[in-house]
Each structure stands twice: as structure tokens, then as C-alpha cells.
């Protein structure tokens, strides 16, 4: 995929996040990066049937996400497929779910 960094470069750019290359983030969670850019990261994150985040993800700035599939555990909230959270800057969680979730989300830089 072009760079953001080539300003020049002024293409529609797009990819099917089941295409996106994804890392393991620790047991049953993996986690791929779509677009980063200075102005946000776009992400998506795996989860395996009774995984869940390894440590706590902090937030300089927002985060906000989509639950593609699944159900997920955050704390004492519970979300499920079709579910939009947004995080606000200094909050922390460490998700899990029973059931796999996936989710599709951004995370922008602090204000």
C-alpha cells in the first residue's frame, strides 16, 4: 500500500481487513496494522475463544472501536457484534472474551 508519508500521493487507498498481516500480541490475540499515520492508527485485533489482551492498553488519546464479530468482556461492560466504544484519552482496559471477538478500530494521538 503507498505511503501516507509521500504527500504527493493523493489515491484512494483500501484493503480488506481480512488481508490485513497480523502479529501475535500474546495467547490467542493477534493484532494487524492497517493505515498509521500521524493523524491516527487504524487496527485490527483477533481474538481466539477465551483469550484475552495480555496487559493493560493505556490511552494517550482516544481510542475508539467496532465489534466486527464476536462478544467481548472489557471490565463490566459487555459488547457484542455491531457494538462502536470509544475510549477517552487516559482511560486503560485489558479486553478478553469467551467467545472470540474481532475488532476494527482507531486510535488517535492526544490533543
Same mark, same amino acid.
Not at 50 to 71: I, N
Given at each position: 500500500?503507498?505511503?501516507?508519508?509521500?504527500?504527493? $500521493?493523493?489515491?484512494?487507498?483500501?484493503? $480488506? +481487513?481480512?488481508?490485513?498481516?497480523?502479529?501475535?500480541? /500474546? %495467547?490467542?490475540?493477534? +493484532?494487524? *496494522?492497517?493505515?498509521?499515520t500521524d493523524s491516527a492508527t487504524a487496527w485490527i485485533v483477533h481474538f481466539a475463544p477465551g483469550s484475552r489482551?495480555?496487559?493493560?492498553?493505556? *490511552?494517550?488519546?482516544? %481510542? *475508539?472501536?467496532? +465489534?466486527?464479530?464476536?462478544?467481548?468482556?472489557?471490565?463490566?461492560?459487555?459488547?457484542?457484534?455491531?457494538?462502536?466504544?470509544?475510549?477517552?484519552?487516559?482511560?486503560? *482496559?485489558?479486553?478478553?472474551?469467551?467467545? /472470540?471477538? +474481532?475488532?476494527? /478500530?482507531?486510535?488517535?494521538?492526544?490533543?
Amino acid at each position: 500500500m503507498p505511503s501516507h508519508d509521500d504527500t504527493s $500521493n493523493k489515491e484512494v487507498q483500501f484493503v $480488506n +481487513v481480512d488481508d490485513v498481516p497480523c502479529a501475535e500480541a /500474546g %495467547e490467542g490475540v493477534k +493484532v494487524g *496494522h492497517i493505515h498509521v499515520t500521524d493523524s491516527a492508527t487504524a487496527w485490527i485485533v483477533h481474538f481466539a475463544p477465551g483469550s484475552r489482551l495480555p496487559q493493560v492498553d493505556e *490511552h494517550d488519546g482516544e %481510542e *475508539h472501536y467496532f +465489534v466486527l464479530r464476536g462478544d467481548l468482556i472489557d471490565g463490566d461492560r459487555h459488547h457484542r457484534a455491531g457494538d462502536w466504544v470509544v475510549m477517552p484519552a487516559g482511560s486503560s *482496559h485489558q479486553p478478553g472474551t469467551d467467545t /472470540g471477538a +474481532v475488532l476494527l /478500530g482507531i486510535s488517535l494521538p492526544r490533543q
